[in-house]
């Protein structure tokens, strides 16, 4: 009986784990303009942070200036932006990758992680500690800043994603 019970109760547990979505299942079908801006949205992030963020702008990461943004020339990616202060006063860059159907997305943030530079910019740098990267499944978000990354990488991961129809 004992037995029964704990096959059953295994099977109730798979199912609820198979209901809920696994963690790689997650996507973030928004545009990345969106993305970013549910971002800097985020209730959780502090008032100098919400300050912070307010003042930077996007543009757009060409194959042209992909290893600036992502460490390195010739990486394959569908679509990425790039938020930065408009007067490049501090070392910050909060950068948004949309990866291709079907990409190695962990070998994409092996590339980006072994190749950014977080001494890129003239007179400063952001410590290694302050570099993220990761991914809700096709989106890898870079985040460079000894202020705000910690900050910025908990509203990413707080992002409502949809769960994948694949």
Not at 140 to 157: C, G
């Amino acid at each position: 009986m004992k037995k029964l019970f704990a096959f059953i109760l295994t099977g109730l547990f798979a199912l609820t784990l198979t209901a809920c979505g696994a963690p790689e299942n997650r996507v973030l079908e928004e545009d990345l303009e969106t993305i970013l801006e549910d971002i800097y949205a985020y209730d959780g992030l502090s008032e100098d942070a919400e300050s912070f963020v307010s003042g930077l702008t996007v543009e757009e990461v060409s194959a042209d200036d992909a290893d600036f943004h992502l460490g390195k020339d010739g990486l394959a990616f569908d679509r990425a932006i790039a938020s930065v202060p408009s007067l490049g006063t501090a070392p910050f860059e909060l950068t948004l990758v949309r990866t291709e159907r079907g990409q190695d997305v962990e070998g994409l943030k092996d590339d980006i992680r072994d190749n950014i530079d977080p001494w890129k910019w003239v007179s400063f740098g952001v410590e290694d500690e302050n570099v993220v990267v990761d991914n809700i499944g096709d989106v890898v978000v870079i985040i460079m800043s000894d202020d705000y990354a910690h900050e910025l990488h908990d509203a990413f991961l707080n992002l409502e994603p949809e769960e994948s129809q694949d």
